[in-house]
């Protein structure tokens, strides 16, 4: 082992880019995948077929193939379309399509949105008929009791598998490094490896820098549920 190579300036430094370019990536698709899974989410559960249906069918699809056949579908397959190619120099939003770090985004912020949807939903018909019944006592409309109780209730509940979620598109966004132009830290691991051929060395250490950004989402998760679930702890 020659671990004294990934200490050095030149290999510390293609790491830190590689940490950047991996949080850049995993906050951006956190953000427009959330964002989008809470509207979604709530049509899910819509009583109405046509509404629920599309919405079912977009999960479905998402959550039954491979997230690296989606990443080069979108980057290799929708972005190389002569048609989109045509019109991403000026026309909004095939102008993304040109980005491999906008490509790469949408492909993790659809995916971890369709899971998300999922969980949320549950979370959503899980809720406890009292509360509902406790806001239409007050005189809520189905708006407000769906704004300030369903939605903030099911949210609080789903803070355990959510994290899990969160955790694993940490992993995810390793495969974020098939595509040319994105640099990650398994981007700089497959550099440091092809540069002085040690690829135990440049992996384990990749390793262990996930390992220590999931060590620290689990903690973070650990103090929201305490805050924000504290109301199902067993009462001494």
Not at 79 to 89: E, T, V
Request: some cysteine; aromatic content about 14%.
């Amino acid at each position: 082992m020659q671990f004294d190579v990934i200490f050095t300036p030149e290999a510390l430094a293609l790491y830190w880019q590689g940490f950047i370019g991996t949080l850049e990536i995993l906050v951006a698709c956190l953000l427009i995948g959330g964002a989008l899974s809470i509207p979604l989410a709530v049509l899910r559960v819509s009583p109405q077929a046509w509404v629920r249906g599309p919405i079912w069918l977009f999960t479905y699809i998402v959550r039954g193939t491979p997230l690296l056949i989606q990443v080069y579908l979108i980057y290799y397959g929708i972005a190389q379309l002569d048609w989109i190619q045509a019109r991403w120099d000026d026309t909004w939003p095939w102008t993304g399509f040109k980005d491999a770090f906008f490509c790469a985004v949408l492909a993790f912020s659809l995916n971890t949105c369709a899971y998300t949807v999922e969980m949320l939903a549950g979370a959503i018909r899980d809720t406890a008929p009292g509360e509902i019944e406790a806001a239409q006592a007050m005189g809520y409309s189905r708006l407000q009791t769906l704004r300030r109780i369903v939605l903030p209730s099911a949210m609080r509940r789903t803070l355990p598998a959510y994290s899990n979620e969160v955790i694993m598109m940490l992993h995810s966004t390793s495969l974020a490094s098939t595509i040319p132009a994105i640099f990650d830290i398994t981007g700089a691991a497959r550099n440091i490896y092809s540069d002085f051929f040690l690829p135990f060395e440049a992996f384990i250490t990749a390793g262990v820098i996930y390992l220590i950004l999931t060590f620290a989402l689990v903690g973070l998760f650990k103090l929201a549920e305490h805050h924000w679930l504290a109301y199902l702890r067993p009462q001494r």
